[in-house]
């Protein structure tokens, strides 16, 4: 059960498009297509941005897709406004009822 | 309105223990597996423990298990978390969460917290 990994940060200016990675193993992220991605401002709970590798839940701005490739998912936001400016987890199912988060990543806003 | 409430957090000394609590309200409790995930101060999200409708079946991160017992009432519409022979790494804010049995496979609503604290 090691954690997904994760950069630590990514930055980008307003309007830009960050991409956001999140390396497990053919265990978890490769095997299932059941990845979730959280948003988390300071002193706050996180929030669902995606689920179902690529499934975007009600309310959540279209600027937000992700992805995945083998051992890999992706999260990456167009348009960046200065609110997306937050820590952003991965997770994903790691069989046997098992999950596994990420690393985190820190999304700066220049 | 969706709720997630929980209590039962507090400061312990090593080896010691604590039961958390998480009230559930504004939707249909027995349609979701409940989850326990924790956040240590200034680190990252960890799962810790999920249950499923009818806590016929649970599941534990690898540094919990055979230490902490997840359990849950749906009459009261309540999950808990019995943790025993706590450490100082366990020292997190306790978050209670819900994953739908049928639709997306995602935490989908998370409470606010409980903070636990273990001393040496």
Same mark, same amino acid.
């Given at each position: 059960?090691?954690?997904?990994?994760?950069?630590?940060?990514?930055?980008?200016?307003?309007?830009?498009?960050?991409?956001?990675?999140?390396?497990?193993?053919?265990?978890?992220?490769?095997?299932?297509?059941?990845?979730?991605?959280?948003?988390?401002?300071?002193?706050?709970?996180?929030?669902?941005?995606?689920?179902?590798?690529?499934?975007?839940?009600?309310?959540?701005?279209?600027?937000?897709?992700?992805?995945?490739?083998?051992?890999?998912?992706?999260?990456?936001?167009?348009?960046?406004?200065?609110?997306?400016?937050?820590?952003?987890?991965?997770?994903?199912?790691?069989?046997?009822?098992?999950?596994?988060?990420?690393?985190?990543?820190?999304?700066?806003?220049? | 309105?969706?709720?997630?409430?929980?209590?039962?957090?507090?400061?312990?000394?090593?080896?010691?223990?604590?039961?958390?609590?998480?009230?559930?309200?504004?939707?249909?409790?027995?349609?979701?597996?409940?989850?326990?995930?924790?956040?240590?101060?200034?680190? @990252?999200?960890?799962?810790? !423990? +999920?249950? %499923?409708?009818?806590?016929?079946?649970?599941?534990?991160?690898? *540094?919990? =298990? @055979?230490?902490?017992?997840? !359990? +849950?009432? %749906?009459?009261?519409?309540?999950?808990?978390?019995?943790?025993? *022979?706590? =450490?100082?790494?366990?020292?997190?804010?306790?978050?209670?969460?819900?994953?739908?049995?049928?639709?997306?496979?995602?935490?989908?609503?998370?409470?606010?917290?409980?903070?636990?604290?273990?001393?040496?």
């Amino acid at each position: 059960q090691s954690a997904l990994t994760q950069p630590r940060s990514v930055s980008g200016s307003p309007g830009q498009s960050v991409t956001i990675s999140c390396t497990g193993t053919s265990s978890d992220v490769g095997g299932y297509n059941y990845v979730s991605w959280y948003q988390q401002h300071p002193g706050k709970a996180p929030k669902l941005m995606i689920s179902d590798v690529s499934e975007r839940p009600s309310g959540v701005p279209d600027r937000f897709s992700g992805s995945k490739s083998g051992n890999t998912a992706s999260l990456t936001i167009s348009g960046l406004q200065a609110e997306d400016e937050a820590d952003y987890y991965c997770c994903s199912y790691a069989g046997t009822y098992t999950y596994v988060f990420g690393t985190g990543t820190m999304v700066t806003v220049l | 309105e969706v709720q997630l409430v929980e209590s039962g957090g507090g400061s312990v000394q090593s080896g010691g223990s604590l039961r958390l609590s998480c009230a559930a309200s504004g939707f249909t409790f027995n349609s979701y597996w409940m989850h326990w995930v924790r956040q240590a101060p200034g680190k @990252g999200l960890v799962w810790v !423990s +999920r249950i %499923n409708v009818d806590a016929s079946v649970t599941t534990y991160a690898d *540094s919990v =298990r @055979g230490r902490f017992t997840i !359990s +849950r009432d %749906n009459a009261r519409k309540t999950i808990y978390l019995q943790m025993n *022979s706590l =450490r100082v790494e366990d020292t997190a804010l306790y978050y209670c969460a819900r994953l739908p049995v049928v639709g997306a496979q995602a935490i989908d609503n998370w409470g606010r917290g409980t903070l636990v604290t273990v001393s040496s």
